[in-house]
């Protein structure tokens, strides 16, 4: 099983560890979070799988993950893309990073997540261990969404979204 980064309160690496124990002893991960859009300007969301450990079956960012042990945050996002939806792409804009701590399950969850976007028109290929699907999305709909159905999101993304509007 391959090993997170993990940082301090200043997100400067200080060593790395497998996930389920970065989340029982509270440890701070870094997460790469990607918004793929298309040229119409609909944002693609994944529909995480009723099998993840963290928010099953929500609907969540086009594709994000942990930063591996060894790798950069630019480097997780391009994997996360082609791992999670078979887009491999140069073109990633860094929007803005920002730290999240959240309780899950009696568990405090502590992040610093970087946020890219990139546009892409091209076939998404979902890989199917992580992801139960995935759709185009008017930014006014998902607003629209997680109005109505806020528990169908995950906080991270939930704090990602409000981070894009406030950045772009």
């Known amino acids: 099983m391959s090993k997170v980064v993990i940082v301090d ?8 560890e497998d996930k ?21 300007g609909e944002m693609y969301l994944q529909r995480r799988s009723a099998s993840m450990t963290t928010y099953p079956d929500t609907w969540d960012q086009s594709a994000g993950g942990h930063v591996d042990e060894g790798e950069t945050y630019d480097e997780a996002a391009m994997r996360e893309l082609r791992e999670e939806l078979g887009i491999s792409t140069s073109t990633l804009d860094r929007i803005t990073k920002f730290y999240k701590e959240q309780d899950f399950k009696g568990q405090l969850l502590k992040e610093f997540s970087t946020l890219y976007t990139t546009i892409f028109d091209g076939a998404i290929m979902l890989d199917q261990n992580e992801l139960s699907g995935g759709r185009w999305f008017s930014l006014a709909t998902v607003e629209k969404m997680m109005e109505d159905n806020p528990k169908d999101f995950p906080p991270g993304f939930v704090e990602a979204f409000n981070r894009y509007k406030i950045n772009k």
């Not at 389920?20 to 119409?40: D, H, M, P, Q, Y």
């Open 9 to 16: 309160k200043n997100d400067n690496v200080v060593g790395s």
């Open 20 to 40: 389920e124990t970065a989340f029982k002893n509270g440890l701070i991960r870094r997460i790469v979070r990607i918004f793929v859009f298309n040229s119409k």
